[in-house]
Structure formats: structure tokens, C-alpha cells
């Protein structure tokens, strides 16, 4: 027996689900309370959704339950099967400690001169006085980091070659359609419409191939790849040339879109939040800017939902759900609890000030345990850097009086317009 859930049939919680996320969880969450089933699409088991902080540690705590469903259908075609996203158990285990350490916080300061020059040029060409949509120059933005950062290719012709592939592997695994007519093929069979991607990442794996060969052995290098090729497993080895590719194209999806949208979610808050943009200023305090970003990932997480298969037993709201059953913190509604966050809906950085820090398991836009975000210190870096690189060159301010609606893409929720701003000179 799993907790209640809404009674109509799967196709419609589906469409509630891609159309209207927000408004579907809020009335389960009325209904139904802290824990509640979901039927998806393309599933043929109920997901249980949770939003209760305690609960949330029980999931993330157990290190061996297993990866949420449908992760792997929707993204072997795009990061590979070895890829850190999609292995399990002691090959998971095994790429996250060789993984870790050039994802470690105190190493980010290597990247910050990157991202604020990446940010300063893309800035530089927005248009002044006139509305814009700043997601997509924050989707430039990550990706351009991306590709210096993590890949660290220089040769101009290959990274301008790189850049293009990857713009279209991105373009091709954020479409609507791709998410649809996957979630039919699997129910109809039909024509794989993953083919596509298959093809695209072939070619990005030649070039990479390609750099791999040339780079191997040179050493020194700053940027992920160069780490990477560094790194050695705990019995000695390194990672096969296939395998880098893996994990930098996994990189590649899983920290591109999700900053840009996080960067995008900001502005659109700060820009509606005159007083707030007031205080941040050109981003030169640090406590505030960082209130500010944990605020933002708070009020709108760009990843809604990061589960687990259980591998054993778990009870939750006096319900034993048991093993085999897929279980998801609804990240947005454990965002929203008014006993932990005291006017919940609202976009007060301040209550970040003075020493407080997220209360663990009430905020985890990054998920948690031994599948928690491994880029999470590069994410906040760079939303740091981007924010005060972007507010110390121009002054930002609402296209629109309405704030933006949340609308889901792909795996995340973004901003519905894009975040229409108008910039200024400073
Ligand atoms: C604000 C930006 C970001 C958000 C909100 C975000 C969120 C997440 C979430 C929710 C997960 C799943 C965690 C879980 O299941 O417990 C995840 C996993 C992951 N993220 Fe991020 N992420 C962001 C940026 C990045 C960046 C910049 C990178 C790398 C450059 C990255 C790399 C990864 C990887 C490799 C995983 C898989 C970890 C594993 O399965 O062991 N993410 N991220």
C-alpha cells in the first residue's frame, strides 16, 4: 500500500505534470499531504513524492538505493554508458571519488577569471534600453565556461567545431518534442526518436577523441579534462579514453542548462525585487550575494525532482513503502514548508544573513548523499561570479511587471519568458 494520490489516469497526471508542475504538486500536496503517489507516462509503477526534511535525509542517507527511474532510457544515448549519471553501486562509487577532488570547492578559484571574462565579453553585447531574454545569454554563458572550463580545448577551429555539436546534442535533448514522443515510443513503440542523438554525440566523441590523443601525457593543464586525465582509480588505473568522453559530455548536460536556468531564475527574482537588487548592488558583498543565490535555488529550484529506487524498506508518514518502490523529494514543495521557511513564498535573501545556513535536508536543489550534485561548488561559483561580473557592468531592471510564470523544461523549470530584461549602462 502506498500513500493516495490523485485518481485520474496516468496520461492526465502526466500532462498536469509537463504543462503545469507547480499547480499539480500544490494541490496533491493539499489533498494529500506530506507524502503523496504520482502515476507518469511511461511508468509502470507509482512514484511517491516527499517533502518532509526528515524524510528526505531517510532517502538520501541510505547510500545503496538505487538510481531513479528513467534516468537511464532518457540519457545513455546522450552521456554514454559510462557515465557518472548512469552507473550504480561500486563503479558509481568508484568515478565520484576519482571525480570529486577538481570538483572540490577550494579549487574553483581557478575557474573565476574564466567566468568572469566569458561574462564581461557576452555583457558587452547585450543591447542597452531595449527587453531581452537573458536565459539564453546565460545558456551562451554556461556553455562557453563549459567548454573552457571543464573541456579546456583552445585550439580555435576545434572549439568552434566543439561549440556547434554540443549547441546541437543540448538543442536536440531540451526539445518538448524529444520528451513526448519518448514518452510515447515507450508505451507505442515506434520509430527511437533518441537516434538523432546517437548520431550528434558520434561526432562530438571524434573530436574529443581527438584532443584526448594529443593531450594525453602533456599534463599541467588547469581545466577538468586536463584533471581528469590526471586522475587514477584507487587501484591505479586511469580512465579509458572513451570513458573521459563519458563523463565530460555528462558534465556538459548536467551543468550547463541547470546553471544558466539557476542564473536566469536570479535575475528574474532580483529584478522583480527592487530593494534586494538595490542592496546587492554590484555583488562586492559576499554574504549577500551568497544569500542571495541560496534564496534563488530555494524559491526556484531549477531541478525538481532527484529519486531514488529503494533498495530496502522505508517508512514515511506511517506508510512502509517498500523496496523497489520509486520514491522522489518534491524539491519545490520542501522548498515551500511555512515551519521551515516563515513566509515561504516570498524572496527575502536576509533570511540567509547572520550566520544562517540552509537547514540540510529543507533545501536541496542539489540533491544529497553519495548521488548529490558533484558540480554544486562550480554551480555556485559561477553564479557568483556571473552575478557580480553581470551587476557590476550594467544595471538591470524588469521588462515586464508580471512576475514569470514556472514552466518545465526538459528536466528543469525555467522561467516561462526567459526572463525578460532591460539592461542599462552603468
Ligand atoms: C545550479 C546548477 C545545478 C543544479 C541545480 C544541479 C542539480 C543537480 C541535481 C538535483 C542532481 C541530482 C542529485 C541527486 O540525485 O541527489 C545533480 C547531479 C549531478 N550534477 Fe548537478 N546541478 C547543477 C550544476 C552542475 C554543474 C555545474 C555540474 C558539473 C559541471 C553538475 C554535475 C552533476 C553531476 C555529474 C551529477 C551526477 C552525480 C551522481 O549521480 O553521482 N551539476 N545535479
Redesign the pocket.
Known amino acids: 500500500m502506498l500513500p493516495p494520490g490523485p485518481a485520474e489516469p496516468p496520461a492526465i497526471q502526466s500532462a498536469r505534470w509537463l504543462l503545469r508542475p507547480i499547480s499539480f504538486m500544490a494541490s496533491c500536496r493539499r489533498r494529500f499531504g506530506e507524502a503523496f503517489s504520482v502515476r507518469f507516462l511511461g511508468f509502470r509503477t507509482p512514484m511517491v513524492m516527499l517533502s518532509d526534511p526528515e524524510a528526505i535525509r531517510a532517502l538520501?542517507t541510505e547510500r545503496r538505493h538505487g538510481?531513479?527511474p528513467g534516468r537511464g532510457v532518457a540519457l545513455l544515448p546522450v552521456v554514454g554508458p559510462r557515465?557518472?549519471?548512469?552507473l550504480e553501486g561500486p563503479e558509481?562509487l568508484a568515478?565520484?571519488k576519482l571525480?570529486l577532488p577538481p570538483?572540490h570547492g577550494e579549487r574553483m578559484r581557478a575557474y573565476e577569471a574564466t567566468v568572469r571574462e566569458v561574462v564581461e565579453r557576452d555583457v558587452a553585447g547585450w543591447p542597452r534600453g531595449d527587453p531581452f531574454a537573458a536565459h539564453p545569454r546565460m545558456q551562451a554563458i554556461?556553455l562557453e565556461v563549459?567548454v573552457r572550463a571543464?573541456f579546456g580545448v583552445t585550439d580555435p577551429v576545434r572549439g568552434a567545431r566543439l561549440r556547434e555539436l554540443l549547441r546541437a546534442l543540448l538543442d536536440a535533448t531540451a526539445s518538448f518534442g524529444l520528451q513526448f514522443g519518448f514518452m510515447l515510443a515507450r508505451r507505442l513503440g515506434g520509430p527511437d526518436p533518441l537516434d538523432k542523438l546517437r548520431r550528434r554525440r558520434e561526432q562530438i566523441d571524434t573530436l574529443l577523441l581527438a584532443e584526448i590523443r594529443e593531450r594525453r601525457g602533456a599534463g599541467g593543464g588547469e581545466d577538468?579534462l586536463s584533471l581528469l586525465l590526471e586522475a587514477r582509480f584507487e587501484d591505479g588505473g586511469a580512465m579509458a579514453d572513451q570513458e573521459i568522453c563519458d563523463?565530460l559530455v555528462?558534465?556538459?548536460v548536467?551543468?550547463?542548462e541547470?546553471?544558466a536556468?539557476?542564473?536566469a531564475w536570479t535575475l528574474e527574482l532580483l529584478v522583480h525585487h527592487p530593494a534586494a537588487l538595490e542592496r546587492l548592488g554590484d555583488g562586492s558583498d559576499p554574504a549577500y550575494l551568497k544569500a542571495v543565490i541560496s534564496e534563488s535555488?530555494r524559491l526556484r529550484?531549477?531541478?525538481p525532482l532527484?529519486?531514488?529506487r529503494l533498495s530496502s524498506d522505508m517508512t514515511v508518514d506511517g506508510w512502509v513503502l517498500p523496496a523497489g518502490t520509486d520514491v522522489t523529494p518534491s524539491?519545490w514543495l520542501a522548498h515551500t514548508r511555512a515551519d521551515v521557511y516563515p513566509d515561504p513564498f516570498a524572496f527575502r535573501p536576509e533570511r540567509w544573513l547572520d550566520g544562517a545556513s540552509p537547514p540540510g535536508y529543507a533545501w536541496?536543489?542539489?540533491?544529497?548523499?553519495?548521488?548529490?550534485?558533484?558540480?554544486?561548488a562550480?554551480?555556485?561559483m559561477?553564479?557568483r561570479v556571473a552575478l557580480a561580473a553581470t551587476l557590476g557592468a550594467v544595471k538591470v531592471e524588469a521588462a515586464q511587471a508580471a512576475p514569470e510564470r514556472v514552466a518545465r523544461r526538459n528536466v528543469?523549470f525555467s522561467p516561462a519568458r526567459g526572463t525578460r530584461i532591460v539592461a542599462w549602462e552603468t
Request: with cysteine; net charge positive; hydrophobic share 50%.
Open positions: 538520501y538510481l531513479p557515465s557518472v549519471l548512469l558509481h568515478r565520484r571525480m570538483f554556461t563549459i571543464v577538468i563523463q555528462t558534465l556538459l548536467a551543468g550547463h541547470t546553471t536556468t539557476a542564473l535555488l529550484p531549477v531541478v532527484a529519486g531514488r524539491i536541496v536543489p542539489f540533491g544529497g548523499g553519495v548521488r548529490r550534485c558533484l558540480g554544486a562550480f554551480a555556485e559561477e553564479m528543469t
